[in-house]
Every structure is written in C-alpha cells, then in structure tokens.
C-alpha cells in the first residue's frame, strides 16, 4: 500500500510528466513553424517519452490499488528565440524533473517501500540519460552557432531521430 505522501507525490509527478510532454509538443510546433523539422522532431520524440513516463506512474499507482488522480495541465511557453534556447530551457526543466523524481525516491526510502523504490531506479538512471542529451544538444547547437549550414546539418542530423516505447511499458505488452 502506498502512502498518502507518496501516493500524493506520485500523482503530482505524473502531472509533471504530462506538463513535460506538453512543453515538448510546444517546442516541437515552435521548431516546425521556423522550418527546423529535424529539431521539431526531436522535441515530438521527447514528447512521446513524456507520455510513457506519465503512463508507468500511472500503471504503477494502479498496480498498488491506488487511485490515479490527473489534475490540470499548466499552461506552457509557446515560442523560442532560436534551438540552442529551447535546448537550455529542456535541460534547467530536466534538472527540475531530476529534483523531483529524487524526492520521490527519498519519500519511498523513507517509507520503507521498497517496490516503490525499485520502481523509481528506473526513473532515476532515465533522468542522467535526458539531462545528458539536453547536454548534447547545447554543445552541438553551439558548435554551428551563427552557421546557417551548420544548423541546417544538424536539423537533418536531428530528423532521423526515432522514438522507442520506454522498457517498462515494452515489457508489459
């Protein structure tokens, strides 16, 4: 059984993550209205992974006989100066999500619930990766800063860029 802390917690997150894919879909829109396809598709990628992060909390929370309780999306940034903006804001907003997902690991330890620990390794490993990407990113958009074919490399670069069913979903079909 889940704690009422936890249980909280969780549900909030899953908030987060929705708030998350949504501000991927609006980087993505933002990208494809500049004519960035290649870096429109990038952030669509990010925003499909949100929403399977949402969803293993969610099948997580109904796995405990809990109750998944979705509150209101807040409403997201719509436009960007230019890529390497929109992939600074992605990793400030990763190292946000990485915060959270540690006090959820904290809230479990403390609990003493073990599932719910092991279930969040996942999430744990999941943040490193994303905020190493956002990482990735900035450097190869500072690389072709100011270089008009650079960007236009990169965004094909960025265009073959293929998304994968997060493992926890993969395994349960």
């Known amino acids: 059984m889940l704690s009422k802390k936890l249980h909280d917690a969780l549900n909030a997150q899953i908030n987060a993550e929705l708030w998350s894919a949504y501000l991927y879909l609006s980087m993505s829109m933002d990208a494809e209205a500049k004519g960035l396809k290649g870096i429109a598709n990038w952030f669509y990628v990010q925003f499909q992974e949100e929403q399977d992060h949402a969803r293993i909390l969610m099948n997580y929370i109904l796995s405990r006989d809990a109750v998944v309780e979705l509150a209101p999306i807040d409403a997201v940034r719509t436009q960007w100066d230019s ?40 999430f744990i490993d999941e943040q490193v990766e994303e905020e190493e990407s956002a990482r990735d990113m900035i450097t190869a958009c500072e690389a072709v800063e100011g270089n008009k074919f650079g960007l236009y490399m990169l965004d094909k670069e960025l265009a073959a860029r293929v998304y994968q069913q997060a493992a926890p979903l993969a395994a349960k079909e």
Do not use: C, R
């Open 83 to 122: 890529a390497l903006e929109m992939f600074q804001d992605t990793l400030t907003h990763e190292k946000e999500v990485t915060a959270m997902i540690n006090n959820l690991a904290a809230i479990a330890a403390e609990d003493k619930d073990y599932a719910s620990a092991n279930m969040l390794v996942w």
